[in-house]
């Protein structure tokens, strides 16, 4: 099993930044692929961005710019810069865990950007 913790969401001014972080626990394998997804209300859950452990990163294109992924394999974490954000960037970003075919999520963190 994976337990996956987020933290770092919170209210935010349109053309503020936030960071994201999600550290992973338990049967951590690699190569593995982190990232995040997002789910705004009315809407289904959404790829933000993701990253294979020794790879380069892929990002949705309602974020490219803006939102820039990383990971510290050491401590098993990803994170996710969020720049110029933006009101429709409001949603419950989960964190993603997936290897050899099993996925997993974490809870959520709220982001809300308004003025």
């Known amino acids: 099993q994976v337990q996956l913790v987020e933290s770092g969401g919170g209210l935010v001014q349109p053309g503020g930044s936030l960071r994201l972080s999600c550290a992973a626990s338990?049967?951590?394998?690699?190569?593995?692929?982190m990232g995040w997804y997002r789910q705004a209300p009315g809407n289904e859950r959404e790829l933000v961005s993701i990253m294979a452990t020794s790879s380069s990163a892929s990002y949705a294109d309602s974020v490219k710019g803006r939102f820039t992924i990383s990971r510290d394999n050491a401590k098993n974490t990803v994170y996710l810069q969020m720049n110029s954000l933006k009101a429709e960037d409001t949603a419950v970003y989960y964190c993603y865990y997936r290897r050899l075919g099993d996925d997993y999520w974490g809870q959520g963190t709220q982001v809300t950007v308004s003025s």
């Open positions: 338990g049967s951590i394998f690699r190569p593995n692929v």
